[in-house]
């Protein structure tokens, strides 16, 4: 094993708060949908950075995006006016329901934002007592702790309470469960239109719409989180679109800037209005340097080639995954190039067996595989990633 290999290992080791359990290979760069180890090892890349990597490693135009930038201004605060900032928040207005967008740094960050937008609303027009939110089963919204509040995993949240009192958790995909916890006092109900981290479980329309009618009959928002399954990962530029219905606000972020740090809130008039200067704000949102970045991941990932394309490779892999014909896998399902994979057995087992086979995989959940590949994946990387899974779970 290589020096640096072995250094990176007992750094982490000693100096890094110990919260993740890192594949045992050190990562030192990649091109498209590959990834290289400091051993010379390659890997194909099926995670994308957990569905962030929309546009693959080292894109060339995004690199002389960022290089450029880079050279010109990386920050100034919001206290300034900048153009890239000013000219994605047009881009994803353009592109969606929304009429502005507020800028954050993360998926987090955007569904405290959001909640915060929602609550205001509810105050100005309703008085303070409007101030429960809904949220899911399976949900997974972030870690702080709003979108802990909204996030109902037992090993996330139980070490950190008390968390944010007024969040109601309804059942996922079940209107009649939803409509016993819905009242006059709830000012927002947020839902993932395909489950991410839970396990990838796409929402039916049926629930999507009969989640906006009770939304409009309590008076409440409506919000999207958008962070995974959004920018195109569905083969949709929104996953939403499609469903025949809008939500008041969404959120975006993974693959927003293409792999750096930054997320959004789209939102409508009516939530924007109850919004004024000095009522929340962030440092770094939107800085420059980030946003030139996202108005070219934005600009590529909504051209109508772009998601039709990535829709006819996510029915490709489906199609692949499910003639595999493996006795370890029990379902598939997914949406454009988002799939789940349920196993027999542990992913965890799968995904360092996929190590040794050159695939990085990730999962949702103990027993499914998460395939979210850079939106880039050819055909012929598909077939590789199929083959090799096959090898994979022959193995096991
Ligand atoms: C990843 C994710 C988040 C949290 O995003 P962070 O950038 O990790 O804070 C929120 N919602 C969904 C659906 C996600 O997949």
């Not at 960050?109 to 609303?121: D, L, T, V």
């Not at 939403?240 to 789209?266: F, S």
Request: net charge negative; aromatic share 8%.
């Amino acid at each position: 094993m290589a020096s640096e290999t072995k250094n990176t290992f007992a750094l982490e080791k000693q100096y890094v708060l110990q919260t993740y359990a890192r594949a045992p290979f050190v990562l030192d760069h990649g091109q498209g949908c590959w990834l290289y180890d400091t051993e010379g090892r390659a890997y194909l890349d099926c995670a994308a950075g957990i569905a962030v990597n929309a546009l693959g490693h080292a894109d060339p135009e995004l690199v002389a995006t960022l290089v450029e930038q880079a050279g010109k201004l990386w920050h100034v605060s919001n206290l300034f006016h900048t153009a890239p900032h000013a000219r994605l928040a047009q881009q994803l207005c353009d592109t969606s329901f929304a009429d502005r967008v507020f800028f954050a740094n993360s998926g987090a960050e955007a569904n405290e934002g959001a909640f915060k937008f929602a609550r205001k609303w509810a105050h100005d027009h309703f008085g303070a007592d409007k101030s429960a939110i809904v949220a899911f089963t399976g949900a997974f919204h972030g870690r702080t702790f709003g979108a802990l509040a909204a996030t109902p995993r037992e090993k996330y949240q139980a070490p950190f309470r008390p968390l944010l009192p007024g969040v109601r958790i309804a059942p996922f995909n079940d209107l009649e469960g939803t409509a016993a916890v819905m009242g006059d006092d709830v000012c927002a109900v947020i839902v993932e239109p395909v489950q991410g981290e839970g396990g990838i479980h796409p929402a039916t329309p049926e629930f999507l719409q009969g989640l906006r009618a009770l939304c409009d009959r309590h008076h409440a928002l409506l919000i999207f989180d958008e962070i995974q399954c959004g920018l195109g990962r569905t083969g949709y530029l929104w996953a939403h679109q499609g469903y025949g219905i809008t939500p008041d606000l969404l959120t975006a972020a993974k693959p927003l800037a293409g792999g750096l740090p930054m997320g959004a809130i789209l939102m409508t008039q009516q939530v924007a209005e109850v919004m004024h200067v000095g009522e929340h704000g962030s440092t770094f949102a939107a800085g420059p340097l980030v946003a030139a970045v996202a108005e070219k991941v934005v600009r590529r990932v909504a051209d109508p080639a772009f998601l039709a394309d990535v829709r006819a490779k996510g029915e490709y892999l489906m199609e692949r995954i499910e003639e595999l014909n493996s006795p370890h896998i029990t379902e598939v399902r997914g949406r454009g190039l988002m799939i789940g994979v349920d196993l027999d057995i542990a992913a965890a087992d799968v995904i360092a067996a996929g190590h040794r086979h050159g695939l990085i995989l990730i999962n949702a959940g103990t027993n499914t595989l998460r395939l979210v590949p850079p939106l880039i994946i050819s055909r012929g990387e598909i077939d590789l990633l199929v083959e090799r899974l096959r090898a994979v779970l022959a193995e096991l």
